[in-house]
Nanobody
């Protein structure tokens, strides 16, 4: 298993930026793809961005392409989500997730962090 510890998030005005961090730990952390997901009130959790464990290739939901950037620091086993040009519809609880077969489907989760974008 892998343990995921998130930090970052908060309240920001529309057009602003935030950065989320997720530190992964555990003996098998290198076996996992890492990604970010979010869940808005009354909605299902959705994939936001992901990074493949070996290649570092990145994937994004259409709604965040060009605004969000996922990156990782292998030395620190940490993945980041830089969020720019934030919109009120980006308001949600954001979760770091780890998956094995599919970067868009996590099987381990971080604790979640609230991101609120005011208009």
């Amino acid at each position: 298993q892998v343990q995921l510890a998130q930090s970052g998030g908060g309240l920001v005005q529309a057009g602003g930026s935030l950065r989320l961090s997720c530190a992964a730990s555990g003996r098998t952390v290198s076996s996992y793809h890492l990604g970010w997901f979010r869940q808005a009130p009354g909605k299902e959790r959705e994939f936001v961005a992901g990074i493949i464990r070996n290649s570092g290739r990145t994937y994004y939901a259409d709604s965040v392409k060009g605004r969000f950037t996922i990156s990782r620091d292998n030395a620190k086993n940490t993945v980041y989500l830089q969020m720019n040009s934030l919109k009120p519809e980006d308001t949600a609880v954001y979760y770091c997730g780890a998956g094995i077969l599919d970067v868009t489907r996590a099987i381990q989760w971080g604790q979640g962090t609230q991101v609120t974008v005011s208009s």
